[in-house]
């Protein structure tokens, strides 16, 4: 089975700074790695995904990450963060024959003027 | 396009009260549906998912069940509430096993 750990429950951060929102998987065979942002009582969006290929993976609004198979890892970053970033950020795992997510427990950023 | 929908958007129900909440997709064909709920700090916990019509496999015991009537609709249910189920409800549904899973805008349910 899979796992995921978000490190960091909450990480503010001020406006136009650099973020990263770390993520670490536990998992025994290959897998597939998601970032997903909740805005407030809304659904989830994909942010971005980690299938296969090359490791640096870029998304909407302006994030990447990387997969670091040596390190279980799928860190999100954003080199200058806006007011409208201010969300709950998920990594998820699962693997090509997996039914369903495993989410990690999410991070909230706060990004202040 | 695909889209998924969810309703009610939100819903205050009384402790021993019936539950019902329903999902639909559109824009494609025999998707995987999956249930979740969210509890305050909790992030997302799978409550069911479900492959096909009729199909429907449950990863936690618990007092909810779900069905799966036609291809494209999924429903959450219960036949008596507790404080316990108070949460945001999230569908999802994906084409195929291990890809994307594309979420609902949710349901926030509150038990008093």
């Known amino acids: 089975a899979q796992s995921v750990t978000q490190l960091d429950s909450q990480v503010p951060v001020f406006e136009e700074a650099p973020v990263e929102l770390r993520c670490n998987y536990s998992s025994s065979v290959s897998v597939y790695l998601f970032w997903y942002v909740q805005y407030p009582n809304q659904g989830l969006q994909l942010l971005l995904k980690?299938?296969?290929?090359?490791?640096l993976v870029k998304g909407i609004n302006g994030f990447e990450a990387e997969f670091n198979k040596s390190q279980t890892s799928f860190h999100l970053r954003k080199p200058s963060v806006h007011i409208s970033d201010t969300a709950e950020y998920f990594c998820?795992?699962?693997?090509?024959?997996?039914?369903?997510?495993?989410f990690g427990k999410g991070t909230s950023l706060l990004v202040t003027p | 396009s695909q889209t998924i929908h969810q309703w009610p958007a939100t819903l205050v129900q009384p402790v021993g009260s019936p539950l019902s909440l329903e999902c639909t997709v559109e824009g494609t064909s025999n998707p995987n549906l999956y249930w979740y709920r969210q509890a305050a700090g909790r992030g997302l916990q799978l409550l069911f998912y479900?492959?096909?019509?009729?199909?429907i496999s449950s990863e936690v015991p618990q007092n909810l069940s779900a069905s799966r009537p036609q291809d494209r609709q999924f429903i959450l249910s219960s036949k008596k509430l507790l404080l316990s189920d108070s949460g945001f409800y999230l569908c999802?549904?994906?084409?195929?096993?291990?890809?994307?899973?594309?979420f609902g805008p949710g349901t926030r349910l509150l038990v008093l």
């Open positions: 479900s492959v096909g019509i009729g199909q």
């Open positions: 980690y299938l296969s290929g090359s490791t």
């Open positions: 998820a795992v699962t693997h090509n024959s997996g039914y369903a997510l495993n």
């Open positions: 999802a549904w994906t084409a195929q096993v291990g890809g994307t899973q594309y």
